[in-house]
């Protein structure tokens, strides 16, 4: 069973200045008795979520309210200070597209080493099919990544971080600087993904997808959960939204 | 059909299941007595209807090893004396971790941070766990860096921590951590044996001057705060109780001229303290640090109707026995206050008859043995009902990638760094091994000058040498910087940091492979071919490469986390390998040369060159890598915990 629970979490960041990160003067701040309290900021504060099958959370908020470090610890990347957090089922955070690439190596490598870091075989019928997603010419597959332009970049990384379908979906502010006849498609698939998820939570500043895509939207602020707000699925208004974007 | 199944139900009641606990402390009857003591076996008593206890401990005499004491089976770990007020003994986690499969919960008794550390590494996380929290570590503090995290991961995974007053969470920051997880149960005194009637004739005691104390004798229950009050004082002081302390305290007491009023009465039997408490005029609990958290004993006293004379610690003695209501309550270490506070009370008849009588109301009310008991049955009962969520927590860090997950993106992470070397240049990683066989000809040359030995057929050690140097340096160097250069896949891909570590010896390990070829070359043109010596030299070779690997992922966590270690590690790196006879041959310089003896270095070189040249390896070589490879492994063990923290710091 897919399942995200998170019962009064808290994370303090720390806040390691330039000193923080010398072990001489820590060692030195020991002997002379100077315990230099560690100055931490309270980047997620009391949250509480419980998230079953089904649920499609978007997290919404000013920039620096923890949204991304809400969907890192959720990821495990951050431990949590306090509270209990219990994730169960694969969890395929893509909060950061670009994580991972090298712009010397030719497109298709790259998406080769993109799936093996997410414990994926890249077969040719795999590789051949993300190429299809991007529809950039052929030929191009063989190209290194650094002749790509940012749309063309954002493109190949799309289609390959999306490529197969997740337990628990983890998105960041992501779909930004693709263009408009791919940004569609984008979001297509992406919507096509969320339905085969059990599990999604979105973090954007885009109000209308959050509430085309959540079930709930959540809304943070520095770190708090300020309010929580149901979508009723309306299908009208999904249509509306569409007509208004094309 | 309705005659089976009543049956079926009778015979279930009548056998019930009774949860089996293992409470687990480093001491128990009879070897010691005290409050912490009374606390295991009053739980054990109180709850023996609902659950099975049974008591593991360390105990410094041999024999017996099991024994029951008050029908609770104990099992005895032979310790060797104590150290740091830790009990030495080896062989405890190895038995806990047996134990605990065989028990429904497990009780910790903390501090204890010799099932800490089983805890901490992460054995016994499928039994539900309580943490009684009985004190905070208080002596040998400068240890704490090092307990402290341990400590952590224990209350982590406990699944309650039971504290005897809220006062504790409050003034523990451990424990203020786990707030949510913290249950306060009052201790509890069984009051029957201290019968009010009993107690009358001698409550208010005409010579009112006799005053009672009672503890182990250790430094922290402050008796010799207690024997310095008595100085130029008209009471009587009587200390129950044995302890390390009594050769010290019987010299003061003889020191000050007290003998005639202050004793020593050393172990009494319950019955015989009862009695006693009700014969004395005052209870004093001079305790002097917060290792002190609730006085048990000041309870006992209550029971028995005496006023109190405590002190006031940040825990929760001070709160028990309330200043003005039930005690006076004085500065801890103060003597002088402290015998003005008794004196106070042995001149006031009338006052410590109006205490004495709240006391006892208070610990009849707020501390009875029922709600002590009914507290503890509901938090065990509450942890045993729901393991098996729990469980899913004790697997929490929720790192979708396992180990063998782990090693193949690692090695599909270092095999792609390859590629990209031969992506900028047709020779890829071989421009090094050409560096590198520069280096061992002109070397070669240099140290043909210096000794007059054959330097040709020495060629070929020195390239593997310098190719196995080449190896160790670069995995660590490589190592400092890994984690920083792949900061987007740890924090936006949630990878584990463990990961970037493994990669870089894997990447290095590939390019030693290409480095190879330099040796391998020198030797099938210089040497005759004899491979005989091969197949010897691999198992030192394992070793070599597995310190290898556990010194890059222990300095690479370590130089992520504080960055000025890098050029320190650099230049040791550097001393390390001019001290060592990776270059030089034993021949060429004095090999009992201390300082080479004691580079960890040539050990770990020597572990498999010594075979390959067709010689032996020197035992002493043998255990001072094996040491060193131990170390190296706990080390590693610590850091694969602190790893978890590692995406803060890039």
């Known amino acids: ?246 | 059909m309705h005659h089976s199944q009543e049956t079926l139900q009778e015979t279930l009641h009548e056998i019930p299941h009774r949860p089996s606990v293992l409470h687990i402390f480093k001491i128990y009857y009879p070897d010691l007595f005290g409050g912490t003591l009374t606390v295991i076996r009053d739980i054990c008593a109180g709850l023996k209807d609902a659950f099975a206890s049974a008591v593991l401990v360390c105990s410094q005499s041999a024999k017996p090893r099991e024994l029951v004491v008050n029908d609770v089976p104990v099992e005895r770990v032979r310790s060797f004396g104590n150290l740091l007020s830790l009990p030495a003994a080896p062989t405890y986690p190895w038995r806990l971790w047996r134990k605990i499969a065989e028990h429904d919960l497990l009780a910790l008794h903390a501090p204890f941070p010799l099932a800490d550390l089983v805890f901490a590494l992460g054995f016994g996380a499928k039994r539900p766990l309580v943490v009684h929290w009985h004190a905070d570590i208080v002596t040998h503090a400068g240890l704490r860096w090092f307990i402290e995290p341990l400590m952590r991961r224990t209350l982590r995974r406990a699944k309650a921590i039971i504290v005897s007053d809220h006062v504790l969470v409050e003034t523990t920051p451990l424990l203020r951590e786990f707030d949510d997880k913290c249950h306060v149960v009052p201790f509890g005194i069984d009051t029957s044996g201290y019968d009010w009637p009993k107690i009358e004739p001698h409550h208010v005691n005409d010579r009112g001057r006799l005053v009672l104390a009672c503890g182990r004798l250790v430094p922290y229950k402050g008796f010799d705060v207690l024997i310095r009050a008595a100085v130029n004082r008209k009471f009587e002081v009587w200390i129950i109780g044995e302890g390390t302390e009594r050769p010290r305290l019987e010299q003061m007491i003889r020191e000050l001229g007290l003998t005639d009023r202050v004793r020593l009465l050393g172990s009494v039997s319950d019955s015989e303290r009862i009695k006693l408490m009700c014969l004395s005029d005052v209870f004093v609990m001079p305790s002097v640090t917060n290792a002190e958290t609730f006085g048990l004993v000041q309870l006992e006293a209550m029971a028995a109707g005496r006023p109190v004379v405590n002190t006031a610690l940040d825990t929760a003695v001070p709160r028990v026995a309330r200043h003005g209501m039930e005690a006076i309550t004085v500065p801890p270490g103060d003597a002088e206050k402290l015998g003005e506070a008794i004196d106070a009370l042995i001149g006031d008849p009338e006052r410590r008859r109006r205490m004495g009588l709240s006391a006892r109301t208070r610990a009849l009310t707020r501390y009875s043995a029922t709600a002590f008991r009914e507290g503890m049955e509901t938090v065990y009962r509450n942890a045993v009902t729901a393991p098996c969520r729990e469980s899913a927590t004790a697997a929490e860090p929720p790192q979708a990638t396992s180990w063998p997950d782990s090693v193949r993106i690692a090695a599909a992470l270092a095999w792609s760094d390859m590629r990209h070397r031969y992506v900028r240049s047709l020779l890829g990683p071989f421009w090094m091994s050409l560096q590198m066989a520069i280096v061992v000809v002109v070397l070669g040359s240099v140290i043909g000058q210096m000794s007059n030995a054959d330097i040709l057929s020495r060629l070929p050690m020195l390239a593997l040498s310098m190719t196995a140097w080449t190896f160790l340096n670069s995995v660590v160097l490589d190592a400092t910087t890994a984690l920083q250069n792949s900061a987007s896949l740890i924090r936006d891909r949630a990878l584990p940091p463990v990961i970037f570590l493994l990669q870089c010896t894997f990447r290095q390990g590939l390019f030693a492979l290409h480095n190879a070829c330099v040796p391998l070359l020198l030797w099938l043109v210089l040497s005759h071919h004899d491979l005989s010596h091969a197949l010897p030299a691999l198992p030192g070779l394992l070793l070599f490469v597995a310190c290898t690997f556990a010194l890059g992922l222990v300095l690479g966590a370590m130089a992520t986390r504080y960055r000025d270690l890098k050029p320190i590690i650099e230049s040791t790196l550097m001393l390390a390998f001019l001290a060592s006879p990776v270059i030089w041959s034993a021949e060429m310089i004095n090999h009992r040369a201390t300082v080479m003896r004691l580079n960890p270095l040539t050990h770990l070189f020597a572990v498999w060159r010594e075979p390959l040249a067709g010689g032996h390896v020197d035992p002493t070589s043998l255990v001072y890598v094996l040491v060193t490879l131990g170390l190296l492994i706990f080390a590693s063990m610590l850091t694969l915990v602190h790893l978890r923290k590692a995406a803060f710091w890039i």
């Open chain 1, 1 to 246: 069973m897919v399942s995200i629970s998170l019962r009064n979490v808290c994370l303090d960041y720390p806040l390691y200045g330039a000193y923080d990160f010398s072990l001489k003067r820590r060692l030195l701040s020991h002997l002379i008795r100077e315990p230099g309290e560690m100055r931490t900021i309270r980047a997620v504060d009391d949250v509480t979520i419980e998230a079953e099958p089904g649920a499609r959370i978007g997290l919404a908020g000013p920039n620096g309210s923890g949204k991304s470090t809400l969907l890192r610890l959720i990821a495990g990347v951050y431990p949590p200070s306090s509270g209990h957090l219990e994730v169960r089922g694969n969890i395929v955070p893509l909060l950061g597209l670009n994580a991972g690439v090298n712009l010397d190596f030719v497109a298709e490598d790259n998406i080769a080493l993109l799936l093996r870091i997410g414990g994926r075989k890249p077969t040719r019928s795999v590789i051949d099919e993300i190429w299809a997603f991007t529809e950039l010419e052929t030929r191009m597959q063989r190209l290194p990544l650094r002749m790509f332009s940012s749309g063309m970049l954002m493109r190949v990384l799309f289609a390959t971080a999306t490529a197969f379908p997740a337990d628990i979906l983890l998105l960041d502010e992501w779909l930004s600087v693709v263009d408009e006849h791919f940004a569609e498609k984008a979001e297509r698939r992406l919507q096509n993904l969320v339905s085969q998820a059990a599990i999604v939570i979105i973090a954007s500043h885009d109000q209308p997808l959050l509430r085309r895509t959540c079930t709930s939207i959540i809304n943070l602020d520095h770190g708090r959960i300020a309010s929580t707000m149901t979508v009723e699925p309306p299908a009208t208004q999904t249509f509306e939204l569409r007509e208004k974007r094309a």
